[in-house]
């Protein structure tokens, strides 16, 4: 596809809207749990696993699912991808029993692993020139902004008028366009690499190690951080990936090129994206506890009262893109999260007896546009320099960084938040807990700036693949007007 090809920008909404989808799907069902145990019968402690499934197999299994777009051939992933989205959507709306629809989940999170990276590998095999490939990394991270907020606003009145079922059933139809769609504005691209192997050793590694990490991160709030299964499963994550990394340095063809893992930018921008997907998270899931067990706002007003953060994350993409553009994702990285931070300092002042004007909008006003400069300054930080052949992989471990740091997030957030819960008043008892559960947010964002301007920071020697990118000041002319020269990937294995 061409420079000059209108049907880059058709291509682009439409991975946008699969981008939307994953992100959508990881928290819709927020809302609509209390529906969701009620009809099934879920306990208070199984319910939380019908978010819980669809992370573990979402985080755990990205960067197989990368690697393997990467090789198959990142289009054909990712109708294969969409293909199990829709069908296991079907499924978790038809689910008849509380176990059918959290496998179902898990099987969803398998598909929405396939996916994400295909499609935002896709996105970088579509977009050569560099300006415009920024342009749409912002509208790629605005939708993904957008869809981690939005759940709040389309789970509501879908749960209200329809039933918990059209959460799910809302994907089918959507997956269906999209596979009609995808053979005519999409083309196939695949590595160039001679070795096509998956690297077993290093993909069982690997995804081992991250599914215990989320697991224990997810199963944290109930079973303690300190027990004997949480610090258990995080050394034996520590371990595995330890043992990932000595494979992938002898591997003839690894999963993943230590020189992504070496690159300043790659390392330093997946961080960020930790930090902001588990400020994400944890503050939409706080958000969402007060709005509707202090407030006692309905699903429905509540997620209307709340538009105004997912439309700031649009604005915060679209003024991000341009600062990026002209000083770099490191200012802009840092500054989205000072954003973030400053909007969950605001909330954490919330009252009992607190209303929307007053006590909400202030804080979404500053969180919405934050998140979304933050979202393309990670994007284009953490695929910066990285070559086609490896965009895959890329895109998987910077998927993952989100989806592992919403997790951790929640968490961190629930366990805050049950900490600092209690007394006799019912209302003030949550709001306290709710309180603290924000000013976790403000821990976690606030930790985002450091990282940010000491691993995005100009100068130094670079890793190999990660190029002489001044990250500090205005980009190099790659980033600008200049004539596009594509990464030529035997000058990125360097």
Sequence with gaps: MTATDPRRWYALALLCVAGFMVILDAQIVLLALPSVADGLGLSADGAPWVMSAYLLSFG??????????????????????????????????????????????????????????????????????????????????????????????????????????WVFFLNVPVAAAQLALTPLL????????????????????VTAALVACVYAVVDAPRAGWLSARTTGLLVASVLLAAVFVRIEARAAAPLVPLRLLRARTVSGGNLVVFLLG??????????????????????????????????????????GQALVTRLGPRPVAAGGLVLVGAGSALLARVPADG??????????LLFGPGLGACAVA???????????????????????????GGAFGVAVVTSVALSRTGGPDPLAALTAGYRAGFGACVVL???????????????????????????GGRLPRRFGAAPNRSID????RR
């Design 60 to 165: 755990g299994l990205l960067l197989l699912g990368g690697r393997t777009a990467d090789l198959l051939g990142r289009r054909r992933v990712f109708m294969a991808g969409t293909l199990l989205f829709g069908l296991s959507s079907l499924l978790c709306g038809l689910a008849w029993t509380a176990g059918v629809l959290v496998a179902a989940r898990a099987v969803q999170g398998v598909s929405a692993a396939l996916m994400a990276p295909s499609a935002l590998s896709l996105l970088v095999s579509t977009f050569e020139e560099d300006r415009e490939r920024n342009k749409a990394l912002a509208v790629w991270s605005g939708s993904g902004g957008f869809g981690a907020t939005a759940a709040l606003l389309i789970g509501g009145p879908l749960t209200d008028a329809f039933g918990w079922e």
């Design 186 to 205: 999409l083309r196939e691209s695949r590595t160039r690499s001679r070795a096509r192997s998956y690297d077993p050793a290093g993909a069982l590694a």
């Design 278 to 319: 588990a400020s994400a998270f944890g503050m939409s899931y706080t958000l969402s506890g007060y709005g509707q067990g202090v407030l006692g706002y309905s699903p429905l007003r509540f997620g209307l009262c709340n538009v105004v953060m997912p439309v700031g994350a649009v604005v915060g993409s679209s003024v």
């Design 355 to 364: 209303g929307f004007l007053r006590d909400l909008l202030p804080g979404l």
């Design 378 to 404: 990670r994007a284009v930080a953490a695929l910066t320099g990285v070559s086609e052949e490896d965009s895959g992989v890329a895109s998987g471990i910077n998927t993952a960084a989100f989806q592992i």
């Design 445 to 471: 964002a606030a930790t985002g700036p450091a990282c940010a301007l000491l691993l995005l920071r100009p100068g130094g020697k670079h890793g190999p693949g990660e190029g002489r990118h001044d990250l």
């Design 489 to 492: 990937p035997r000058r990125a």
